[in-house]
């Protein structure tokens, strides 16, 4: 079966940095898209990264852009996202995507078809 394991959380002071990583097992990983989503507590998830199947593309919601780099690892099946400068808006549930379809729909929960468990960054202020 299809397997996204995410590693990476903790907690962290504002300033400081973080990185996730997501293996995948079970898909056949460079055909997918791959994207970082995050949940904070009484919101929405959203899209934090994306990179699509080649590594080629990137894109970043604009709360992250400078400060956040998504890449992936094809012949690992991994795919990773460094936060640095990070702040304490950044506290969410991160959770590791795979997006078969197009790449710039890639935005919301229902392009994606299968999610990680989730894994917690805290960042204190």
């Known amino acids: 079966q299809v397997q996204l394991v995410e590693s990476g959380g903790g907690l962290v002071q504002a300033g400081g940095s973080l990185r996730l990583s997501c293996t995948a097992s079970?898909?056949?990983?460079?055909?997918?898209?791959m994207g970082w989503f995050r949940q904070a507590p009484g919101k929405e998830r959203e899209l934090v990264a994306r990179?699509?199947?080649?590594?080629?593309?990137?894109d970043y919601s604009d709360s992250v852009k400078g400060r956040f780099t998504i890449s992936r690892d094809n012949a690992k099946n991994t795919v990773s996202l460094q936060m640095d400068s990070l702040k304490p808006e950044d506290t969410a549930v991160y959770y590791c995507?795979?997006?078969?379809?197009?790449?710039?729909?890639?935005?919301?929960?229902?392009?994606?078809?299968?999610w990680g468990q989730g894994t917690q960054v805290t960042v204190s202020s």
């Open positions: 079970g898909v056949t990983f460079s055909i997918y898209h």
């Open positions: 990179i699509n199947w080649s590594g080629g593309m990137t």
């Open positions: 995507a795979a997006a078969r379809g197009s790449y710039y729909r890639m935005t919301t929960d229902g392009s994606v078809n299968y």
